[in-house]
Each structure stands twice: as structure tokens, then as C-alpha cells.
């Protein structure tokens, strides 16, 4: 536990910042669309369209080298697609789509069920009318979870390649909301650094496994908070070993990333033992 102003006084007034102020007749979707501005959903709303044409050339390709039957017969085939396909039920997706898609995804987050098609289900044991009355079928919402996307995959480098982000994927909205997250909210004197696992059992290189947390499988987070609210300040996603600085996942490298922008304004920062080093002390301090 060490302070970050050389002279031990907490320098600044915590609070939602001038910029930002709250009044009594905001709705929850003002509050919502401070942090998830509608640029954000234009953004996902372009990436979507543009991810949804990307996959059908690939598909067509894999098709030339596979079937090497008569050519009037491969041309028939690459120009149809399976009536259920994915892609021959795609349509451009709106900007009040997008919306749906996340009122949607809201609300599973809020109620759980065994699966997404019983969110849709009429049986009486399991039937909530909600995402039908949002406005968006099962097979659309579906249909656009496949296609959802937050960057252009084409400008994507390959892993060891110069430039990899093993974020790039949500790379414009993270980046946006650690941002926001800072712009809108001056924490009060006491944060914390603690690690965190986002649950997640997908296929990614750099997913971990700890034993002492709530969900043991998924993504590793290191997350300075304050303490008194748990508002989150800022955040440094695990992404496995650094290609150039061996010494990026080190206790040291983690907790001045996160303490960056709180350095000389007097914060209590309280962390755990793997985080403690007299050097991040001393660093803090002076």
C-alpha cells in the first residue's frame, strides 16, 4: 500500500467530472450511451456489414480448389447458396438492429437460460416475452451474432508478424471505454489493483486457468478500481507472452501501466502480494 504523491496529500476532487454531470431526469440509456457513445454503435454496425461480405469470397475460393468437377457445375454452385445457410439469410444490418442485438444481449446477461432458442420459446415453463417484443426474430438475432464484429479483419497482421494486437478484435471498443471510463469519473483517495478472470472456454492462445477465483477458465484482467465503489479505472487485459519486452507481465510493468494516469495526484493504491515489490514503492512514491 503506497501513495503516488511525494508528499502523502490526496490532491484532487473525486467525482463524476464536470463534463459529465448527472441529473435526476437521465434515463438509464442517457447513463448507457455516456459510456457506449452512438459512434461506437455506428462503428460495430460498419464492421458487421463489412465482416458479412468478407466470408463469402473465402468460401468461394475453398470451393474452386475442392470440387473439380465440370465447370458449368462449379460455376452453379459458387454462385447459390444453401437456402439455410448463414450467408444466403444475411441482409444488411441497420443501425436500430444493432440496437436490438444488444437490448437483447442485455437482457440474457440479466436472465440466464439453458440456451439462446429458449429465450424465443412459447412453452409456459420457460416463455419470456422479452426479446420477442424487442422487435428481432430468433433466426436475425442469430444471424447477426455470426456476423458481429468490432474491427476489419483484413487489417489484421499475423501472429509474429509486426504489428500483431492479439486484441485487435475489440481492440476500437476497449481502448474507447478504458477512455471513457477515465474521462467521466475521478476516483476518491483509496484504488485497488487486483486480478480478475472474464469466464470464457473458447479456442484463444492466451486463456488461463486459476484455481482461487470464482471462474477459473478465461481471460486474465488486472483492473485498478476504486476501492470504495468498485468503479473500474482502468484495465490491462493478459495476453500471454510479449513478442519484444520480456518483462511486459511482470508486477512491475502491470501496476505502472494501470497507475499511469493517477501518478503525483495522492491515491492510496492497496494491492496483493504478487504485486508488492519495494521498486514499485519506490517508483510509486517518488
Request: a positive charge.
Amino acid at each position: 500500500m503506497e501513495r503516488t504523491n511525494s508528499d502523502g496529500s490526496f490532491s484532487i476532487v473525486p467525482g463524476i467530472n464536470k463534463n459529465f454531470q448527472m441529473t435526476q431526469d437521465r434515463s438509464t440509456w442517457d447513463i448507457f450511451e455516456i459510456f457506449f457513445s452512438p459512434e461506437m454503435f455506428v462503428l460495430i454496425q460498419k464492421e458487421t456489414n463489412r465482416y458479412a461480405k468478407q466470408p463469402k469470397k473465402k468460401k468461394k475460393k475453398k470451393k474452386k480448389k475442392k470440387k473439380k468437377k465440370k465447370r458449368e457445375r462449379e460455376r452453379e454452385r459458387e454462385s447459390s447458396l444453401s437456402p439455410k445457410s448463414v450467408f444466403a439469410l444475411w441482409n444488411t444490418v441497420s443501425l436500430q438492429e444493432i440496437k436490438k442485438f444488444f437490448a437483447i444481449v442485455i437482457h440474457m446477461s440479466v436472465l440466464h437460460k439453458l440456451s439462446l432458442w429458449d429465450y424465443w420459446s412459447l412453452r409456459p415453463i420457460i416463455h419470456t416475452p422479452y426479446a420477442a417484443s424487442v422487435g428481432m426474430s430468433q433466426e436475425r438475432f442469430l444471424v447477426l451474432l455470426t456476423m458481429f464484429h468490432l474491427n476489419n479483419s483484413d487489417a489484421k497482421a499475423a501472429r509474429g508478424q509486426p504489428g500483431y494486437d492479439p486484441l485487435f478484435k475489440i481492440r476500437p471498443v476497449i481502448d474507447t471505454l478504458i477512455t471513457k471510463f477515465q474521462d467521466i469519473y475521478t476516483p476518491e483517495e483509496e484504488l485497488t489493483i487486483d486480478e480478475a478472470v472474464c469466464p470464457f472456454r473458447g479456442r484463444m492462445f492466451f486463456c488461463v486457468c486459476i484455481k482461487g477465483e470464482p471462474h477459473k477458465y478465461g481471460i486474465k484482467m488486472f483492473e485498478l478500481c476504486e476501492a470504495k465503489s468498485g468503479y473500474m479505472y482502468n484495465l490491462d487485459m493478459y495476453t500471454g507472452a510479449h513478442p519484444t519486452n520480456s518483462e511486459h507481465n511482470m508486477a512491475f510493468s502491470v501496476v505502472n501501466r494501470l497507475c499511469d494516469k493517477i501518478k503525483g495526484k495522492g491515491h492510496c493504491v492497496c494491492m496483493d502480494r504478487w504485486l508488492s515489490s519495494p521498486k514499485i514503492f519506490d517508483h510509486l512514491w517518488g
